[in-house]
């Protein structure tokens, strides 16, 4: 019989982009490069990333200092709203702030970011089959990141809200068998100088 044994499910945000998000600034590259450099010693069954440039760029460069990891791009870890609340389910006073904030989002954007926010939590999320402790690597996007630590925590859907993330910074959740996920780091940045850190944020947000 196939036993299950624990993921250890590793997440980044991108590199900080550039304005018109076609790819990463310099400060981005410096970034993932580091990152990648934090990570090197993981023995990764697979670094999964958004298919947009600033998520593809910021992974090529971290699998560029990691050994024999296959790369591969995946919808699901790409850039999306995973879950709009209705107003009945937000704390009165952040529901006008929140529901201001994904005011734009279309029907059809609410359908499929849905869609994929459940893929994700099938795909990246819970032990693994076999007997092995797997370690996987998402390069993502601040939703997607915020989603999972949400749901890791049995939160509430609507609590992806507010949950932010540095470019590069990592996070680390731990599936075991028989257990309730933990989030081991959350938002780590400390493998980046500080002239790196914080970037995305405003600056009362600088810690």
Do not use: C
């Amino acid at each position: 019989m196939t036993g299950t044994a624990t993921r250890y499910l590793y997440l980044t945000r991108h590199g900080e982009a550039l304005p018109d998000e076609s790819g990463l600034t310099q400060a981005g590259r410096q970034q993932a490069t580091l990152l990648g450099r934090r990570l090197q010693d993981i023995p990764f069954t697979a670094v999964h990333h958004g298919p947009l440039p600033r998520a593809a760029q910021t992974a090529r460069l971290i699998h560029d200092q990691l050994k024999d990891v296959p790369l591969r791009v995946s919808e699901v870890a790409g850039d999306y709203v995973p879950y709009v609340p209705e107003r009945v389910e937000l704390p009165p006073e952040s529901a006008d702030f929140y529901l201001r904030f994904l005011a734009d989002t279309t029907a059809a954007e609410r359908e499929q970011g849905a869609t994929l926010a459940l893929h994700a939590l099938d795909l990246f999320t819970g032990p693994v089959d076999g007997e092995a402790e797997r370690h996987e690597l998402v390069v993502t996007h601040n939703f997607l990141v915020a989603w999972l630590v949400r749901d890791a925590m049995h939160a509430p859907k609507w609590r992806w809200l507010g949950l932010n993330h540095g470019n590069a910074a990592l996070t680390v959740i731990r599936y075991a068998p028989g257990r309730a996920a933990s989030v081991l780091v959350s938002n780590d940045m400390r493998h980046l100088p500080t002239e790196l850190r914080w970037t995305g944020f405003p600056a009362e947000s600088h810690i």
